[in-house]
């Protein structure tokens, strides 16, 4: 595959403050690759670097495999984390007046089914869900038939249901060939959708591949979790780590860890075994819970 977007050692600075420190990454044609971390740590400002909204303080950005240009914007394709829609328009009036900025856009029949804005294809956009809206801002951000989606936290704020039905119109647009770089600080949401991953914190990538190559590279053996809220009392042979709601236990022998939670009295109501996530490896580079 080729790659379709490269950032190399890419530097943003505000004054005193470094948002994005000499990143590195590169997104191959097809791939769904995924900027992870919590509110702050450099995702939204890196994004907006590289699609030419703020300079660089440093670095370079590549598209379709040469330093970015004006022009290559044009077969770029964005969702923006805050979005101001037309007033009094409706949702078939928005694409044809979006369509409208571009030579050749997608049929709007074609927008409609993909995104699945049939059912309120002509109301007031004022009167949208949180879903719905969603939905209509990636109708937007294809609009131009782009080669290449950026989608900036689309899915934050939204309920379970709505995010879920998102997630698939994503798998949609993937399934057509587009290249996605997506940010979310919803680690399910990045191991649902993302082929590969690049996690940051404090404006700095920590770590990154594909989401199954790092589970199995950080992790060994499956969780014991247990809502307790200590296990200090108990002696135990092995390492519990805390979490808000309990504790959880690594481990590569589950009957024998379950026996010996037993035989040293701990309760075991409520004891979950379940393999590890992103999530889990967010906690073990960073030290801190997710920041939401």
């Known amino acids: 595959m080729n790659d379709l977007l490269s950032v190399q050692h890419l530097t943003k600075r505000f004054k005193n403050l470094t948002a994005v420190d000499d990143i590195s990454f590169s997104v191959a044609s097809g791939q769904c690759f995924g900027v992870l971390g919590p509110n702050g740590a450099g995702k939204t400002t890196a994004i907006e670097v590289i699609e030419g909204i703020l300079p660089a303080t440093s670095g370079e950005v590549h598209l379709f495999g040469r330093p970015a240009r004006r022009r290559d914007y044009q077969r770029v394709g964005i969702q923006f984390q805050h979005t101001a829609l037309p007033d009094f328009l409706t949702v078939r009036e928005t694409l044809q007046l979006f369509a409208a900025f571009y030579s050749q856009p997608l049929a709007q029949d074609e927008l409609i089914e993909l995104c699945a804005l049939s059912d309120f294809i002509d109301r007031d956009t004022r009167r949208?869900?949180?879903?719905?809206?969603?939905?209509l801002l990636l109708a937007l951000a294809l609009i131009n038939d782009p080669d290449l989606l950026f989608l900036d936290e689309p899915t934050t704020g939204l309920d379970p249901q709505s995010r879920r039905h998102f997630w698939s119109l994503v798998q949609a647009v993937k399934a057509r060939g587009k290249t996605v770089v997506l940010t979310t600080h919803y680690m399910d949401e990045a191991q649902v959708l993302c082929d590969e991953i690049a996690i940051m914190d404090n404006g700095r990538i920590i770590e990154q591949g594909a989401p199954a190559q790092l589970l199995q590279q950080h992790f060994d053996g499956v969780k014991v979790h247990l809502p307790l809220a200590s296990l200090n009392e108990f002696?135990?042979?092995?390492?519990?780590?805390?979490?808000e709601d309990g504790v959880d236990i690594q481990t590569t022998q589950v009957d024998e860890t379950v026996r010996?939670?037993?035989?040293?009295?701990?309760?075991?109501?409520g004891l979950k075994v379940s393999s590890p996530n992103l999530e889990d490896l967010f906690l073990k580079l960073t030290g801190h819970a997710l920041r939401v």
């Open 128 to 135: 949208l869900s949180g879903g719905q809206r969603q939905r």
């Open 235 to 243: 002696d135990l042979p092995f390492i519990a780590h805390p979490r």
């Open 260 to 269: 010996q939670l037993s035989a040293a009295g701990v309760p075991l109501d």
